[in-house]
Structure formats: C-alpha cells, structure tokens
C-alpha cells in the first residue's frame, strides 16, 4: 500500500483553488499535525466562520470524487478491520496512534519518539482522521458525557460499548477495589461471553466512567487510587498496592517512582499528610497502614486496653500479645513492658490480664 502521506497530497493537489486547499489542509491539520479552527481560519481570510465551513465543504466535495476515493480503498480496508478487530469502536487518538505503523515502519515510529519529534507522527494522526472523514463507512463520535471522542464503523456498536462499561463499571463498584487488566477481562468474559478480549478492552479505554492508573489497575474513575488529587491519595496507592504497612520514607520513594507528577514528593510532606489523614493508621515507628485493614491508631497501652474491652474477659500473656500483633507493628517485649504497668492492667492468680478496676 502506498504511504497514506502521499495520498493525502496527492488528492489535495487535485484542488484548483489555492484557498480552498489552505482551508482543507488547515482544518485538518495536513501541513504539521495541527488543526485550526473556523473562526482562525476566517480571522486570516477575513471571512465569515461560516463562509470557511462552505469552503471546506466544497473541497471535500471535490475530494470525493470516484478516482479519488479508489486510491483510498486500501487505507479503508486497514482502518475497517482494525475497528472490527476492537468491537467496531475505538476512542479517536488511541485509533490513530494504533495506525501509525500505516505511515512508518515500527522502528521509524521509536525513532521519531525518542528525538522528541512528534510533528511527524502528528501529520499521520491527521492524515487519518482526513482520509476517515471522506469514507462514507466511517463515523466520527464526539465526546460525550458516557465516551471520549471516537471512530465506528457501525452506529450499533456505541449501545454495546455503554451496555458493557455500565455492566463493568457495577462490577467494580461491587468489588469496592481496583481490579488488574486480566481480572477485568475475566469479568467482561463471564458478563458478555460474545464479545473479544480486545472489544472490551476498546470500550473502556474510550469510556469516562472507568480508567486505568499508573499501576495498570482498572477502576470508577472518581476513586482516589485512580485519579489521586494530591499526596494522601498517592499514598493511599502506594499502600493499597503494596498491601502491607510502609514506612513512610518508603512511600515517599514510590510515589516518586510509581507515580511521577511535575513536582517529586517530600518525605516530610508524606509524612505530615499520612499523620493527618484517618485512612492512615501509625502501626510502628514510622510504620503506616490503611485503616481499612483493621489497625487501629493509638499507642501499645490504649491497643491492649481496647482488646481487653472488646473480650470483656481476662486474657492470656499469649492471646493479649498475639491480637496487638495483629493491629500494631511492635515488638513482642514493648508489649510485655506495657502489660507491666500497674495502674492499667493486673494479673489474676491463673497468669491472665485484666484492665485494672
């Protein structure tokens, strides 16, 4: 197949009037990837916004002409089996970057992105959404409430793309936590047996309901381990990930490296949002944990007296250590040094403690 690059320049070469190829090449962004409005167009030709859409109109009337749409045919064939492949609709930039490769080989595409020069790869994205614009198959979605901006070759398909995000979008809310890529395929496979791993997948990445974090988990897009706002949510992260308590120098490192921003974290930022926040539980020195977990905040002494209420019944050396165990982070002889303090706890003749009367 011919570089679609050329194609595009060779149909737009077929417009006589020199204004109307500026019209079409600007509006798409032909020349360097960047689109431009009506208005800045007319602005420039000291037109009327509307007088610039009529213009445009005209040369993609032209464009449509039967000799030249047969040179397009085979551009038609990639993009229509590449959307049949992926449930016959796909979120309009991830559409283009996917077809790339039509314009450069793969290793050209690396080249390209490694010396920052994205203007080529901008040219093709516009050279795609061009030539999808002239075949009469393809259907280009705006943005929704329920969908980013999007590209179909079948009306029907925008149904069952919003019927499995909501099936999804419930599941998760069910689950009440982020869930990896296969374990929301193997949910969409049990929900919607008919439909292909990459269908789902297609649907989702179009959909403003559900989204992917940096971690590569899936979930409701208003949760905080999806789109954090600040370094509590990060933090809350980096601990629901790890699941086990960090300290907080450890959070910090991963934020950093797990979930990078413009501005890197502080240690004692992290720590003073982690001190505030009662999703945070202290669990040791410098030790925190999710509050969700189990642990409760307080010091070993207030841990034990708060075990001895909720038996309501003397307990052993043994079972008093192992329950603050399981809710602080501690050493086993900083419990024993706090049972030893009279005034709070005593000891009955069979070995137990009891919080003292």
């Known amino acids: 197949m011919k570089n679609i690059l ?11 009037n020199d204004r109307t190829k500026e019209v079409i090449e600007r509006r798409f962004g032909l020349q360097n990837g960047q689109r431009h409005t009506l208005e800045a167009i007319g602005r420039d030709h000291k037109i009327t916004r509307e007088r610039v859409r009529q213009i445009e109109e005209g040369g993609l009337s032209i464009l449509k002409q039967a000799k030249i749409m ?8 990639v993009v229509d089996e590449h959307l049949k492949e992926h449930g016959e609709l796909k979120k309009e930039h991830k559409l283009y970057d996917d077809l790339t490769y039509v314009c450069f080989p793969v290793k050209d595409i690396e080249r390209i992105k490694k010396e920052g020069n994205l203007s080529e790869l901008d040219k093709c994205r516009s050279a795609f959404y061009f ?3 002239l075949g009469d198959q393809f259907e280009r979605l705006p ?7 999007a ?10 793309a919003k ?7 419930k599941h998760l809310e069910g689950k009440k936590q982020t869930l990896k890529r296969e374990d929301l395929l193997s949910a969409a496979k049990i929900l919607f047996p008919e439909l292909s791993e990459n269908a789902v997948h297609s649907y989702v990445d179009a959909s403003k309901a559900i989204e992917q974090n940096h971690l590569g988990h899936f979930g409701l897009v208003h949760w905080p381990e999806i789109s954090p706002r600040g370094v509590k949510d990060k933090a809350y992260i980096i601990l629901k990930n790890a699941a086990r308590p960090l300290h907080f120098s450890e959070v910090t490192a991963e934020i950093n490296k797990s979930l990078p921003s413009n501005k890197n974290a502080f240690v004692q930022t992290v720590h003073n949002e982690l001190i505030k926040d009662p999703r945070f539980v202290l669990v040791g020195r ?9 642990y ?13 209420k909720s038996e309501n019944k003397p307990l052993s050396k043994e079972e008093i250590v192992k329950k603050v165990l399981a809710k602080r982070l501690v050493k086993e002889n900083t419990i024993l040094i706090n049972l030893q303090n009279r005034k709070l706890f005593e000891k009955n003749n069979d070995g137990a403690y009891s919080l003292k009367k």
């Open 143 to 149: 943005e929704s409430d329920d969908f980013y901006s």
């Open 131 to 133: 030539i999808m614009s």
């Open 163 to 169: 019927k499995t995000v909501d099936s999804l979008a």
């Open 6 to 16: 050329e194609l595009v320049q060779e149909a737009i070469e077929i417009i006589p």
């Open 70 to 77: 047969e040179k397009f045919q085979p551009v038609f064939k």
């Open 151 to 160: 590209w179909t070759n079948n009306k029907s398909a925008i149904k069952i």
């Open 296 to 308: 409760e905040p307080g010091t070993v002494s207030e841990t034990i007296i708060q075990i001895l």
């Open 286 to 294: 410098g030790l925190y944990a999710l509050a969700e977990w189990g």
